[in-house]
């Protein structure tokens, strides 16, 4: 498929392409190579692993293997898992091979999906490298923001890193931190497209008996739903909504102030993956039919239009990029909805409703499915993948509510790679610690029990890459005003979520580093905030102070108001220097920050510490897993160096 094709998505009826989605390349270990993908039928596939023409090792998958989920008439996902017994070779071009069994004859990716393949490829290549030189990482991929996908980025990087003879430019893998959806944000042309695959493929029903429509069937394609979801979202009576903050009224469970086309389905949520990864459904969508919409929302939607056409543009490039290096993941908030468990008061009011709690699990069988599943499939055990399959199987709403339950009440969606140093990935959402003083109060991004579990994983390496989708150091200021405006009840208004918000998880994780076992080398890979910025970070007082460096990339495509955060910059140079009695009255007074300055504001703009704009993070690593080189790959076609400042930059 060409990128024209992908961009004129006018056809209404056409034969559905054998690969939906993928194949994605996710978890990559010395004895394993682990593979997501969709096709439109229920194939038997061959799986092959090679080096150079070699043959490593061949996995034969059959139609309905245990890997296999149908998510529809015409959709099966797939999780292969290719076992290599002699083990992978490190540091050495590598590449694998998927063949659809097709009546008779195995149609190779060279033919079901050639556009996946760089210049003179056969076959997608990748490089095993768990000595960790190079990573890339980023949060916050929104399709209609206005602005460039910085996964295209990626793929100019992979495109040059082949033009060498050898791997050496090659990185080590790609870490997406939070937000590789918006199920709660979504454009009226997105929500036109998820409708249409929803039906072309004949994804999962589902009753919806808390609601006025009773049925999924009633909602998908009803455009006289389409920027109306609010009105069909649950609230609870009384309290104070986020829009009528001073009316009463009621109070919407859902807080996100863009939540107008908010998925609810299962569907839909599957639709909106399918459609953000992979070029193959959009031919099927005619994004110009804006039949039943007028007024406000036909202007909002022909307005988001434009956006979403771009977006599609790009997707055989960002389809070719997943494929091509090993791709890790974890949810924030957007990748269920906004403020997911900020506070005790949001839980007890969203899994108290039947159809909120419905609505979040939706998404979370969704990330299970498309996600986590393939950041570490042992931890995922087969008891739970054949309850998922049983749900798709039957369709029983009974099935479907046991299994949210289950994944409610799940533990275990954080994960570490067995590299050097070591990378562990944190899950904030999930095993929150609940205020104690109020409902309305934020709650910690980790209880006391899953912190005492990260300490005991941290103690004895000596560098390690710990995986946070927010900053563990943030901006100062703005932890102010979202700390103002929690004492005053509006927590949900500000996105009140950070480290330093609730006192219990923010002294633990500060103790962490002041452990006299804790790594050295302490690098903390973020995202979340929409803007970009570098901090060292060193102890008080220690003669043998761990190196902590703060790293920041957020978003891949989405941004910081620009004015906003320029005045946010300027006042937090000012209000929290290094001279500034302000320091003391912060968490982290006994700690010593200094601010990176990134490179592209050198001359215009010397003081400006915070990078705002669309890009991916790079971070070159040294022999002792410190960071010696940090950047953003932006999509303006700048690279941009956070360079260690000057004496004046430490703060605290």
């Known amino acids: ?132 030189t190079q990573v890339l990482h980023g949060s916050c991929r929104k399709p209609h923001y206005v602005g460039g996908d910085a996964l295209l980025v990626v793929d100019q990087q992979l495109a040059e890193a082949r033009a060498l003879s050898e791997p050496s430019e090659q990185p080590s893998l790609l870490m997406m931190t939070g937000d590789q959806v918006y199920n709660d944000d979504v454009s009226g042309p997105m929500l036109h497209a998820i409708h249409t695959v929803i039906t072309q493929l004949g994804l999962y029903e589902e009753s919806l008996d808390q609601t006025e429509l009773q049925h999924s069937r009633e909602l998908h394609g009803k455009r006289q739903h389409y920027y109306r979801r609010p009105e069909l979202l649950p609230s609870n009576p009384g309290g104070q909504g986020l829009r009528k903050i001073f009316r009463g009224a009621r109070k919407p469970i859902f807080t996100s102030a863009n939540a107008d086309n908010h998925l609810a389905t299962l569907a839909e949520v599957l639709g909106m993956y399918l459609l953000v990864w992979s070029p193959a459904l959009w031919p099927l969508v005619n994004l110009d039919d804006s039949t039943g919409l007028d ?74 499915l498309c996600q986590a599943w393939g950041n570490a499939p042992e931890r995922f055990p087969e008891p739970l993948i054949k309850a998922v399959q049983a749900l798709f199987r039957t369709g029983k709403g009974a099935l479907h509510d046991l299994l949210i339950d289950q994944l409610l009440k799940r533990e275990g969606w954080h994960y570490s790679l067995a590299t050097q140093p070591k990378i562990v990935v944190l899950d904030t959402r999930t095993q929150r610690w609940r205020s104690e003083t109020s409902a309305a109060d934020p709650s910690g991004l980790m209880d006391w029990e899953m912190l005492t579990e990260l ?155 915070l990078y705002n704009g669309s890009g991916i993070g790079r971070v070159f690593f040294d022999e002792n897993g410190a960071p010696e080189r940090i950047q953003i790959l932006s999509t303006r076609d700048e690279c941009i160096q956070f360079n260690r400042g000057y004496e004046s930059d430490w703060m605290d």
């Open 295 to 368: 007024g406000e929302a036909l202007e909002r939607y022909q307005a988001q239009l434009p956006a979403i056409k771009q977006f599609a543009k790009g997707l055989p490039r960002v389809q070719r990029v997943l494929a091509s290096i090993p791709t890790y993941m974890i949810f924030d908030d957007h990748d269920i909805t906004d403020d997911w468990n900020l506070s005790r008061d949001w839980e007890e009011n969203a899994y108290g409703h039947p159809l909120s709690r419905r609505i979040i699990g939706n998404c979370l069988i969704a990330y299970l």
């Open 1 to 132: 498929m060409t990128t024209t094709e992908a961009a004129v998505p006018d056809q209404t009826t056409q034969v559905l392409p054998a690969i939906l989605a993928g194949p994605i390349l996710r978890h990559v270990s010395k004895h394993q190579l682990v593979l997501w993908l969709v096709t439109s039928q229920s194939y038997a596939i061959q799986a092959n692993c090679y080096q150079g023409d070699t043959l490593l090792a061949a996995a034969s998958f059959s139609s309905e293997h245990t890997g296999s989920v149908m998510l529809g008439r015409q959709a099966f996902l797939h999780l292969l898992i290719i076992n290599i017994p002699a083990g992978l070779p490190e540091d050495t071009w590598l590449s694998y091979d998927l063949g659809l069994q097709l009546g008779d004859q195995i149609q190779w990716l060279v033919t079901t999906a050639p556009h996946i393949l760089y210049t003179d490829e056969k076959r997608p290549r990748f490089a095993f490298k768990p000595n960790i």
């Open 455 to 609: 300490q005991q994983e941290l103690i004895h390496e000596k560098a390690v890459i710990l995986v946070s989708p927010a900053p563990i150091f943030g901006v100062k200021l703005i932890e102010v005003v979202q700390r103002v405006f929690t004492w005053f009840g509006g927590s949900l208004m500000v996105d009140a979520e950070n480290w330093m918000a609730h006192p219990g998880s923010a002294n633990v994780i500060l103790n962490i580093f002041r452990h006299r076992r804790t790594p050295h080398n302490f690098t903390i890979l973020s995202g979340d905030v929409h803007y970009s910025f570098v901090y060292d970070v060193r102890l008080r007082h220690h003669e043998q102070t761990p190196h902590i460096w703060q790293i920041t990339a957020s978003g891949i495509k989405n941004a910081f108001p620009e004015k906003l955060l320029k005045h946010f910059d300027w006042l937090n140079r000012w209000l929290f220097a290094s001279y500034s009695p302000l320091n003391w009255l912060t968490r982290r007074r006994h700690m010593r920050i200094q601010q990176r300055r990134p490179s592209e504001h050198s001359g215009r703009y010397p003081h400006q510490r």
